[in-house]
Each structure stands twice: as structure tokens, then as C-alpha cells.
């Protein structure tokens, strides 16, 4: 397995409902970051949440940590045809200065 | 809203060419980085640079790469002789502070190079 593995890998849902990917890593981290990645464009960055906080809401974004269990979750309620996007995953080590991302979920909102 | 812009947004070269990537980060923005993206892989991490030295590499990032931060605005990456497998869209990213340090990167839209 590698750093920042997320699942599900695809998942199509309807206008309306709520969405959830989690993520999985194996080292210590820093922060946990998820990104959105539009077909063809570069990663634009959604949230943050620190290796010292468990829940974090931004807008219709919920992100929680548990740091015992090496994972995170990324909710998306009452989630939007726009949504339609691949989501990643990225962890920052305590040193050093790069993102590990995961594999991403591949996210259809169908209207 | 201040973004990172690279050019060209499709750059297609001949195996054994070199080719430059050119990239204008966000302008109060001190740590630059190089990632890429293999066709329907992750998000990989090349170079980082700050101060105008390389901070970290990866393993990808071998004696074909450099990087060049030539004046004030653009941060450049030269490889010097491409081949098949360095086809992938390159993203370069910048950020206010260090990473590690709860500093969000703020990414390009990419250059997709195809190595033929």
C-alpha cells in the first residue's frame, strides 16, 4: 500500500445526496489536505485540517482526521452536477517539504 | 484571484530533445514546486525550491531535470533529453510558506508534454 490511498475509486451519485471518500496513509503527518482535480486541469486545494484536529467544515465540506487510524474522511453534502471531479488526498510530513497524494475518486454527480 | 500560470499548455518534442517549462507562481509566494501526473496516475512530486536552491528532490527528478528560478517572476523546468516515459502533464505549484508548516500549495493548470 502507499502514502494516501483513497477509496472509494469511482463513485457516481445523484444531485442532492451526500458524498464521502476516505482516505488512508501509513506515516506520521503534519496535515492532511484534500484537493479537486477538474478533467485536464491542475488541482485546486479544498481544506486543510492539522495532525491536532479531528473535524474541520468548510462551506459543504467536512473533513475528519483520526490520526490512531491513519485515515480521513471528505463529506460533500447535498452535493451539486458541478462537484463532478476527481478528489485526492495529500499528506505532509512533519519535515520535508513534499505532498504525498493518493490515487484520488473519481466523483460523477448525476443531475 | 492571484493563480499560478504555465505555458505552453501542450508542448509535443521529439525523444532526445530538450524541452522547458515555463511557469509565473503567485507573486508574494516564497516555495515553488514541480510535480506530475502520468496519464491516469497520482499526482507525483518532483522538485522543490525556495531561496533559489533546490530544497528537496524525488527520485524522479534525476540529472535530466533542473530547475531555474532566472528572474523575479518565472520558475523554469529544463529536461534535457526527454524521453517516451517523461510524457505526463507537469504541474508546478506554489505556496505562501513552507510546507510543513499548514501552508496550502496553489497549482498551474499544467503543461501536458508528449514525448514521441
Known amino acids: 500500500s502507499q502514502q494516501g490511498e483513497e477509496d472509494p475509486q469511482a463513485l457516481s451519485i445523484q444531485e442532492g445526496e451526500n458524498a464521502t471518500m476516505n482516505c488512508s496513509y501509513k506515516?506520521?503527518?503534519?496535515?492532511l489536505q484534500w484537493y479537486r482535480q477538474n478533467s485536464g486541469r491542475g488541482l485546486v486545494h479544498l481544506i486543510l485540517?492539522?495532525?491536532?484536529?479531528r473535524e474541520k467544515h468548510s462551506g459543504r465540506l467536512r473533513v475528519t482526521l483520526d490520526t490512531s487510524k491513519k485515515s480521513s474522511s471528505l463529506l460533500i453534502t447535498a452535493s451539486r452536477a458541478a462537484d463532478t471531479a476527481s478528489y485526492f488526498c495529500?499528506?505532509?510530513?512533519?519535515?520535508?517539504?513534499?505532498?504525498?497524494f493518493g490515487e484520488g475518486t473519481q466523483l460523477t454527480v448525476n443531475p | 484571484e492571484p493563480e499560478v500560470t504555465q505555458t505552453p499548455s501542450h508542448q509535443v518534442t521529439q525523444m532526445g530533445q530538450e524541452v522547458i517549462l515555463r511557469c509565473v507562481p503567485i507573486s508574494n509566494h516564497l516555495y515553488f514546486y514541480w510535480y506530475r501526473q502520468i496519464l491516469g496516475q497520482k499526482v507525483e512530486f518532483l522538485v522543490s525550491f525556495y531561496n533559489n536552491e533546490i530544497s528537496e528532490k524525488s527520485e524522479i527528478f534525476d540529472d535530466q531535470f533542473s530547475v531555474e528560478r532566472p528572474d523575479g517572476s518565472n520558475f523554469t523546468l529544463k529536461i534535457r533529453s526527454t524521453k517516451l516515459e517523461d510524457s505526463a502533464m507537469y504541474f508546478c505549484?506554489?505556496?505562501?510558506?513552507?510546507?510543513?508548516?499548514?501552508?496550502?500549495?496553489?497549482f498551474g493548470n499544467g503543461t501536458r508534454l508528449t514525448v514521441t
Open positions: 485540517i492539522r495532525s491536532n484536529e
Open positions: 495529500a499528506t505532509e510530513p512533519y519535515s520535508g517539504s513534499r505532498l504525498t
Open positions: 506515516t506520521s503527518i503534519n496535515n
Open positions: 505549484a506554489s505556496s505562501l510558506g513552507p510546507a510543513g508548516y499548514n501552508s496550502p500549495l496553489h
